[in-house]
């Protein structure tokens, strides 16, 4: 353990140096790449620090237990072993747990995708409920949501919704929501009181910049159409929304959020790039088997992952066997806990696979 504590110390000895120099500060993706690694190693090296007077601490008070030359020092070192003793075995827990290889793509912002599936009606309402759980969720954690496009339900609701959001450390905490959502309640337009079970599907991409996917525009044909739904500010008179068809792939995104062509041309760019860096990653993961088993972030798009029962009040995550009895508060946005669970498990999980680290 300690020699891995100052390998890294090493390292962020090396980065910290790196960080003020002027042609590395001039190179901003390069400088923006080494501060998230002074962060990650800081947290590190902060743990080394603690988990080294834990144990100069604990030598110290054996040593003074083994002399016994005075009762009263005897006694104040027995407390502190037992201190010591307590400590070590969580805060080398922490250490190993940050010692697992940081997945790259967990710091980047996300273009998150809600499309309602089986349920008709219910299930875009449905949508339209796990949109505003997001938007709670991510409102609360001070990140930014900003709505790309969305197509709504007849009743309410979305059929689909795509939307971008940006903060610290975002897919690495969104991510496990990728999956199938389903429901169980009794619609409004439900005459007989029945339970009926609908479901929306979830995607969670990182957000590719161009230093991660170099999108070639020659395959990229633009449609520029006026906009669609509510009018003002002729919004529905001008040529503003953007239809992307990119040609080797079939794939088409659209975008008319935005009142300026410019501005919706951005946005349906950066989701273009960011489904095609998702097409890049998923045969990478396909080629890691270690990746394939995990039963917590497997990126399976098809694989039922959480229950929202309403009858019992009850939200039940699948992957981990976690159910909680607070439907009303994780539909309003508290899904902390949640994700915490996943967070554990799929650490656990890297944990048993990375035992050389240590």
């Known amino acids: ?16 140096d790196l960080i003020i120099q002027p042609d590395i500060i001039a190179d901003q993706k390069r400088y923006v790449k080494l501060n998230k690694e002074y962060k990650d190693l800081k947290k590190i090296v902060d743990r080394g620090h603690v988990y080294k007077e834990l144990l100069a601490n604990k030598t110290e008070a054996e040593e003074i237990i083994a002399d016994g030359s005075d009762e009263e020092m ?9 201190e010591a003793n307590e400590a070590l075995p969580k805060i080398e827990e922490e250490i190993r747990f940050l010692l697992i290889p940081k997945d790259p793509d967990d710091a980047k912002n996300v273009v998150v995708e809600v499309r309602a599936g089986t349920g008709g009606d219910e299930a875009s309402i449905f949508a339209g409920d796990l949109f505003r759980m997001y938007s709670k969720y991510c409102s609360d954690k001070g990140w930014s949501v900003d709505v790309v496009s969305q197509s709504d339900g007849t009743s309410g609701g979305f059929k689909e919704i795509i939307f971008e959001v940006s903060g610290e450390d975002v897919y690495g905490t969104l991510k496990f929501e990728a999956g199938v959502h389903r429901v169980q309640r009794v619609p409004q337009t439900e005459t007989q009181g029945r339970v ?13 910049e161009e230093i991660d996917f170099e999108l070639d525009m020659s395959e990229v044909r633009i449609e520029r159409t006026t906009s669609t739904g509510p009018g003002g500010q002729s ?7 953007i239809k992307l068809h990119h040609e ?29 860096y998702d097409l890049e990653l998923e045969k990478q993961r396909q080629a890691d088997s270690e990746k394939r088993k995990s039963m917590v972030s497997s990126g399976d798009r098809s694989a039922k992952i959480r229950t929202y029962n309403y009858p019992q009040g009850r939200v039940t995550d699948h992957r981990i066997g976690l159910t909680l009895y607070d439907l009303s508060n ?24 990375s035992d050389d680290i240590i």
Request: negative net charge; hydrophobic residues 45%.
């Open 1 to 16: 353990m300690l020699e891995k504590i100052q390998i890294v110390k090493q390292r962020f000895d090396e980065v910290n």
């Open 74 to 82: 005897v006694e104040m070192a027995k407390l502190q072993l037992d």
């Open 196 to 208: 009926h079970t609908s479901a929306a599907t979830v995607m969670v991409l990182p957000e590719a």
């Open 235 to 241: 919004v529905n008179t001008t040529y503003s929304a």
């Open 248 to 276: 080797p792939t079939g794939m088409i995104v659209s975008c008319q959020d935005q009142k300026s062509s410019h501005k919706n041309l951005e946005k349906a760019l950066k989701v273009l790039r960011t489904r095609l």
């Open 330 to 353: 994780i539909i309003n946005g508290d899904i902390q806990k949640i994700i915490d669970e996943l967070m554990l498990a799929e650490n656990t999980e890297l944990l048993k696979a």
